[in-house]
């Protein structure tokens, strides 16, 4: 059998815990050395035991041979799932000869709680302490007594606020649980299963309480956005060998007190006093009997449903690269890096001494920390030593944005190994990566990832070290490509859509930031700046242009079947709140931060009218709305048209002459042929008017290259991508920069920091431009008529100063890997790896080719490829799965 079966996941994750989703979905991925190794056919079995499974039997569902290559989405469609149940797969599948492959190992999922009835817990709490702003972190516990070892303990928690698990002794879990949600609509439960931590005798449970975004400062809205102190739910669920089950719950018994957390906060930083530490608060025989009874909570009228998204993890530690001690007697590292998570540091010293940890992205001229740009934000964290030895320290509720950290007040000589960084960010794996030969393109790339990972903590944030912190959609819908070639955002985004759809509008509008955070009840934005949300062009279009984009590259129609309504509401409220098809010249964001580049308002708003339209008719025919889907069209249509009688003038200019006119025209589909050229070619004479400089903002600066390639002006995208002087992509790293920055001019030779007020040195949003280098610099595509990359389009487009590439994506059908080479005499080598099951057409540009070194013609095949002919001045090739070589002459 050539083919072997891999990697089985549920719900796109291994084994999970608590799914409250009752049709989950089944994944796995295929092996084999032979070329054009394909799935023609897979039986599924999924049993309540795996002792089943052994037997071959499907208790709840037996799929049955089912004809097909699919391995990826496969709707469970077996008995009702139950609470708690736990649930055991395997797969078998067929080669295209009929050769049937061993059974695949087992895996499993779990059900957690699918009723209200089921959820019994009390949310349980602290009342706050009188007359003090920053509030303490609750701790509460609960002791109890088993009767013997259980066969099976898990625990359902969440809460309004954070929480830090903690059962006999152990911290169970991940990092801000239970996420940043729209408290008021829904909170998310974490399920663990602690059955290896408890004993038959004596246990105890308890947690850590943390403000987090429901009581503490969320953005700069304030603080208690949602409610004044956090709350604490779990129900600990035993079952024992015998059959018997019992409950361990929240409720009025728990005993709570405060403890060595005097404060923690987001935004403002945390201060902890070892001296109050309340050892073995989380071990049975602790003595509690000076602790508080908790205060219950009536209820809450929200949603609780399983978590989303994936957890919040510690996933790289960082030593710093130098440190140098100041004349005040302080010390200033440099971690080499500017990343996001907090800093951990060890000490001696007496009783009482205070240490504190202060951390910026930049340092003034004088070198000390640059802190003007976090506004109100706080990061510094303060710890307060007990004075017995070796301490350690790091914070529990709390992160920052930094590349360096300033230690005051630290006893004795600090040197590197004093302090270490902790890198932390929703764990969305890597599967993605791309070097070229040019090492500032590969920094450019590296940019790009970190500032995905330092902003990308349970919401797609715009930064991670001011008062802001907050989900801006804009942002998240021009990057969403980008981040779902560097990582698994699947789950990631697919929660970020249901953030975004709590917060929809009655109107059909999205919100500007989701979840809203109380942005549209405060209204503190529009009412300083007279700006009006929701309802940005850029922004609420998110709530189609992401779901389309986890379609295409996860091949998930789930995503658009579920949101559907939603999204054609927001549509409906473009169309009405449009005079003939034109949207309103209304003051909104704009092509945010362009430079010396004024978008008109009405031509973006118009401009993305037409893209969500046109995404509809998209979804529309990917569900088989036939009718929605010729509706749309003829809307769309109807839109470009409109577009052009308001703002395209005879000779093919379009009203504000900026580069993103041009771009979200030609991209979008607003222009006929004729205007097309003429387009490209106002497009391309602003860039060389500018000095080979682009002039987008965050809405315009995505869409540019790939509108100067697909137009045929490959030379001058690739002179953009390296481009060194101001404006750039380059300029910030010639000067050291390690992320992307918010602003072109963040930082300048000229002028020094921008405005303190919006200057972040950590900002995603100008890193769209890492879908263009895999797309076409790399040359890994998907196809929108088989997502997923179940079919890729592999065409890379070497050019500029690169002579080599490689570019490689771990899609959900395993590794497609892409790699060329320019070499003496205008030769072109290219390597490419499809994974097994999927299949793809190749691109080579070239006047000749030669396959695995032999020369090929139009018509000819061999060991998994085929030979069409030329479109577009490349060889076009069909390839099954398996490693290809190409060679070619280059015009």
């Not at 599967?431 to 990972?453: A, F, K, P």
């Not at 995404?615 to 109807?638: H, K, N, P, Q």
Request: charged letters at 25%.
């Amino acid at each position: 059998m050539t083919l072997r079966i891999t990697d089985l996941k549920t719900e796109y994750m291994r084994n999970p815990l608590g799914l409250d989703e009752r049709k989950p979905r089944l994944f796995w991925r295929l092996e084999s050395e032979k070329r054009g190794a394909a799935q023609s056919a897979y039986r599924v079995l999924v049993a309540s035991a795996p002792e089943a499974l052994d037997r071959e039997e499907g208790d709840c569902w037996d799929s049955g041979k089912v004809t097909g290559g699919r391995s990826t989405h496969i709707v469970y469609e077996g008995k009702p799932l139950k609470s708690e149940g736990r649930y055991y797969w395997k797969v078998r599948v067929w080669d295209r000869d009929g050769n049937e492959s061993d059974w695949s190992e087992t895996a499993f999922w779990t059900v957690g709680l699918l009723s209200r009835e089921e959820r019994r817990g009390a949310w349980i709490g602290r009342k706050t302490e009188p007359n003090v702003m920053m509030q303490p972190s609750p701790y509460v516990r609960k002791e109890f007594r088993l009767r013997a070892k259980p066969k099976r303990a898990t625990v359902y928690a969440t809460a309004l606020g954070l929480y830090e698990l903690h059962v006999n002794g152990s911290r169970i879990g991940d990092w801000f649980a239970p996420g940043f949600t729209d408290y008021d609509k829904r909170v998310q439960t974490q399920t663990y299963d602690v059955t290896g931590l408890l004993a038959e005798g004596a246990n105890a449970v308890g947690a850590i309480l943390g403000d987090g975004w429901y009581s503490g400062t969320v953005g700069f809205l304030g603080d208690h956005v949602y409610g004044e102190r956090p709350f604490f739910l779990m129900q600990l669920h035993l079952e024992y060998e015998d059959g018997s089950r019992e409950q361990v719950l929240t409720d009025g018994g728990w005993r709570t007190a405060k403890g060595p957390i005097v404060y923690s906060d987001l935004i403002k930083g945390e201060t902890y006093d070892a001296r109050l530490e309340l050892d073995g608060w989380d071990r049975p025989g602790f003595d509690d009997s000076g602790w508080e009874r908790p205060d219950v909570r009536a209820g809450y009228n929200g949603l609780l449903t399983a978590a989303i998204e994936p957890p919040i993890r510690i996933t790289q530690t960082i030593e710093p690269i130098s440190v140098r001690r100041t004349e005040r007697g302080t010390y200033i590292y440099d971690m080499g890096q500017n990343m996001v998570g907090w800093t951990e540091v060890k000490a001696r010293g007496a009783r009482g001494a205070k240490v504190t940890l202060s951390h910026a992205e930049m340092l003034n001229p004088d070198g000390s920390l640059y802190l003007d740009n976090l506004r109100l934000a706080v990061q510094q964290d303060h710890y307060i030593l007990r004075g017995e030895g070796e301490e350690r320290y790091e914070p529990h509720f709390t992160f920052h944005g930094f590349r360096y950290v300033e230690l005051i007040g630290y006893p004795g000589e600090a040197d590197l190994t004093t302090i270490v960084g902790k890198v932390v960010h929703s764990d969305t794996p890597r599967t993605g990566s791309l070097t070229t030969s040019d090492e500032q393109v590969n920094r450019l790339y590296s940019n790009i990832t970190w500032g995905q990972r330092g902003n990308f903590l349970s919401v797609p944030t715009d930064c991670p070290q001011r008062d802001e912190r907050l989900g801006w959609t804009g942002d998240a819908q021009i990057f969403a490509r980008t981040a779902s070639y560097n990582m698994d955002v699947s789950r990631f985004f697919a929660k970020f859509v249901q953030d975004m759809i709590d917060c929809q509008q009655p109107t059909g509008a999205f919100t500007d930031v989701a979840p809203d955070a109380g942005w549209i009840r405060h209204k503190m934005w529009n009412t300083r700046l007279n700006w009006f949300a929701p309802d940005n062009a850029g922004w609420g279009d998110a709530g189609v242009v992401i779901p389309w984009t986890l379609y295409l590259m996860y091949g998930d129609t789930r995503i658009l079947e579920k949101n559907y309504d939603a999204m054609a509401r927001w549509v409906e409220y473009l169309r009405v709140n449009s005079t003939g098809l034109v949207r309103p010249d209304y003051a909104n964001y704009g092509d945010w931060l362009s430079i010396d580049a004024d978008t008109p308002n009405e031509v973006l708003a118009t401009a993305y009218f037409a893209y969500s339209t046109k995404l509809m008719g998209r979804i529309a025919g990917v569900l088989g709305r036939t009718a929605d889907e010729a509706r749309y069209g003829e809307l769309f249509e109807a839109i470009a048209a409109a577009f052009r009688g308001a703002f395209v003038d005879g000779e093919g200019r379009i009203r504000g002459e900026t580069q993103t006119v041009y771009v979200l025209a030609l991209q979008f589909g607003l222009l006929t042929d004729e205007l097309k050229e003429r387009a490209i070619d106002r497009l391309t004479a602003d860039i060389r008017a500018k000095g080979n400089r682009l002039s987008t903002g965050f809405l315009g600066v995505g869409y540019l290259l790939p509108a100067l390639t697909d137009s045929g002006r490959l030379d001058v995208a690739y002179e953009l991508l390296t481009q060194e002087e101001f404006p750039s992509w380059l300029y910030s790293i010639k000067h050291g920069a390690t992320t992307i920055w918010e602003r072109w001019d963040g930082w300048t030779e000229h002028n020094g920091f921008q405005t303190p007020s919006m200057n972040s040195f950590n900002h995603y949003s100008l890193g769209s431009v890492g879908e263009w280098m895999f797309r076409y610099m790399g040359g890994i595509e998907a196809d929108p008529a088989r997502p997923g990359f179940r079919h890729a389009i592999v065409r890379p487009r070497p050019g500029g100063r690169l002579t080599s590439a490689r570019a490689r994506y771990d899609s959900l059908q395993g590794e497609i890997a892409v790699e060329w080479e320019l070499r003496p005499e205008g030769r072109l080598w290219l390597a490419v790896q499809v994974p097994a099951g999927a299949t793809a057409d190749v691109y080579v540009p070239g006047e000749s080719i030669r396959v695995d070194g032999a020369a090929a013609a139009e018509g000819a095949s061999g060991d998994g490829w085929t030979l069409h002919g030329r479109r577009d001045n490349a060889y076009v090739l069909s390839v099954g799965s398996g490693r290809y070589v190409f060679e070619s002459e280059l015009a």
